[in-house]
């Protein structure tokens, strides 16, 4: 048995993470600010007597102090997180994730703690070169566009982490998530699967920006889960940086279709609507956007031997079904 310490823990990915390893009879601490994550999302393991809470900030060194000296590993998950977050709260993003990150990793250094970082597909940008290997190129816009501000800003926690490693021989893993599904995700701050289904069960129109023939590849939150975990107890990752993502690809326009035909089947109320939304008009102008998202996971599957179970409709189905027991 291992005490785990999830920063972020209470967001989407963290809570269902805190809930696997509870599940294999691990101690988890969570620290959280509760800034896009929720209470809720962490309120039924609350009675667990392996689970302990911190409403924190990681950037509060006295609070990571004390529960990184408690722990065996940490798993930092909290950043600044969304497309639309990044547009109107830029700041917040890029302090968040640099200052926060710089802050793990120094406590943990402090007290020789294993940490896996989470980082994002993002880091690829814009480049065309598809599947992105982890030693691929970046490609990324000008610093006058917003968006890129979060790539790089989860770059620089991939440099800095890799430098402890380097440099001072902190165990690090570097896990880049792709884009990640599933229930308990928002759609607050962009994330087009659970906008869609909400749009869809409300019977609105499922707004698709830009033309929809951009593809992405979903993975289930389960799956990513399982990844973590195969990597947090795989000493030869240390050091290294790994995909972690589906697949499958889709269009935006694909997946839309695909949820209304879903809800069609469960609610017998979708309409069938689709609006286009030019990106100007969805976040901000000069707005850049990538055409495919696919990752290469050849190098974790010959790590741990991952591979994703679920597939594209098992997310949607549970997604769906989760947002109906929510209303
Ligand atoms: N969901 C995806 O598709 C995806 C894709 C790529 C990378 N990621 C990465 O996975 C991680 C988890 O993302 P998520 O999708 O669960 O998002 P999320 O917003 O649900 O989780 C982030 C959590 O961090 C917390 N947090 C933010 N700032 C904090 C601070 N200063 N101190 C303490 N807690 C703080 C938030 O309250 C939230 O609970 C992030 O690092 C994100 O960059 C997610």
Avoid at 240 to 247: K, Q, R
Avoid at 253 to 281: M, T
């Amino acid at each position: 048995m291992a005490h785990y310490l999830i920063t972020g823990g209470a967001g989407f990915i963290g809570s269902h993470l805190a809930e696997a390893l509870l599940g294999l009879e691990h101690r988890v601490t969570v620290i959280d600010n509760l800034s896009t994550g929720r209470f809720e999302n962490i309120a039924p393991l609350t009675d667990h007597s392996q689970f302990h809470f911190a409403i924190d900030t990681i950037t509060n060194e006295v609070v990571m102090d004390r529960l990184v000296s408690e722990c065996d590993v940490v798993l930092h998950l909290a950043a600044a997180v969304g497309v639309e977050l990044i547009i109107k709260d830029p700041v917040n993003v890029i302090e968040t994730n640099i200052l926060g990150t710089h802050s793990v990793l120094k406590v943990a250094n402090r007290y020789r703690k294993k940490v896996l970082v989470a980082s994002t597909s993002e880091i690829y940008g814009k480049s065309d070169q598809i599947p992105f290997r982890e030693d691929d190129d970046r490609v990324l816009g000008t610093t006058t566009v917003a968006r890129w501000s979060y790539s790089s800003s989860k770059a620089v926690d991939e440099f800095l982490a890799l430098a402890y490693y380097r440099q001072k021989y902190l165990p690090v893993v570097i896990f880049r998530l792709f884009n990640t599904v599933g229930p308990r995700q928002t759609g607050r701050y962009g994330m087009v699967v659970p906008r869609f289904v909400r749009q869809a069960l409300a019977g609105d129109s499922l707004t698709v920006y830009g033309d929809g023939s951009q593809a992405r590849c979903f993975l289930h939150v389960k799956d990513a889960v399982r990844a973590i975990v195969a990597l947090a107890g795989c000493p030869e990752a240390v050091g290294e940086v790994f995909n972690v993502g589906a697949t499958e690809e889709i269009t935006i326009l694909g997946l839309a279709q695909r949820v209304l035909a879903l809800v069609d089947n469960v609610q017998g109320k979708a309409d069938g609507r689709i609006r286009l939304v030019p990106y100007e008009e969805a976040y901000e102008a000069g707005f850049e956007d990538m055409r495919r998202r696919v990752p290469d996971t050849s190098k974790i599957r010959q790590y741990v031997g991952w591979e994703p179970e679920r597939s594209l409709d098992e997310i949607l189905t549970d997604v769906i079904g989760y947002s109906l027991a929510a209303a």
